[in-house]
């Protein structure tokens, strides 16, 4: 799982979100849904970063 503490900040609505608070979806392309995770923004859905989670 990512740290806890780390935040991402939206470029679209300006909130500052950690990485608990953000909605998990599968990530684009060819990366393994197993291995990769998006976070998204919680107020407006945009996303945030996509992150490795290979080691949960």
């Known amino acids: 799982m990512p740290d ?4 991402h900040d939206c470029e679209t609505c300006g909130a ?3 990485a608990v608070d953000a ?3 599968e ?6 849904p197993e ?3 998006t976070l ?4 407006c859905g945009d996303r945030l970063a ?3 989670v ?3």
Not at 40 to 43: K, W
């Open 16 to 18: 500052t979100v950690t």
């Open 50 to 52: 996509t992150v490795f």
């Open 54 to 56: 290979g080691d949960e």
């Open 4 to 7: 806890p503490e780390d935040t």
């Open 23 to 25: 909605h998990r979806s």
């Open 40 to 43: 998204n923004c919680p107020r």
């Open 27 to 32: 990530p684009f392309g060819d990366l393994d």
């Open 35 to 37: 291995t990769w995770q």
